[in-house]
């Protein structure tokens, strides 16, 4: 599976995206666009939950390249368009590195984001208004 897009609720406030194994970075970019597009077209603040617990592959060598960083700070914070929270769902060591880099290069960008290990908790910190900050 690559990447999937859903609304999580009827009243179209949260996205879900799902990242399986075989996504790209192509891809990744082609659903920020979407996201900016939803986004865009409205003045309700739309939340994001991002479901990364089927693993999420970033080639060794792009990690800590510049465009590798610029890409996995569009991951986390859903790009920079994104009007409302961010939760992460399943993330992985090498992911809370990044997020742990990216912080220190930049703590008002990540502001926002905001880890849980499965959807209920995720789900649950948005009902609460993701006022709990993870660090």
Not at 40 to 59: L, M, N, S
Not at 84 to 106: Q, S
Request: aromatic share 6%.
């Amino acid at each position: 599976m690559p990447i999937e897009l859903y609304w999580d609720n009827d009243e179209q406030t949260v996205l879900l995206c799902e990242f399986g194994t075989s996504w790209n970075w192509d891809e990744l970019r082609r659903v920020l666009a979407a996201i900016h597009k939803l986004t865009a077209a409205t003045e309700t603040e739309i939340a994001a939950i991002v479901d990364v617990r089927q693993g999420i592959q970033i080639p060794l060598g792009e990690i800590f390249s510049a465009t590798g960083l610029a890409n996995a700070k569009s991951l986390l914070t859903m790009g920079e368009s994104g009007t409302g929270p961010v939760v992460i769902v399943g993330m992985n060591g090498i992911i809370r590195k990044i997020y742990d880099i990216l912080y220190k290069l930049d703590p008002r960008a990540l502001a926002k984001v905001h880890m849980t290990d499965n959807l209920k908790q995720a789900r649950a910190l948005l009902a609460k208004g993701a006022a709990h900050p993870i660090l």
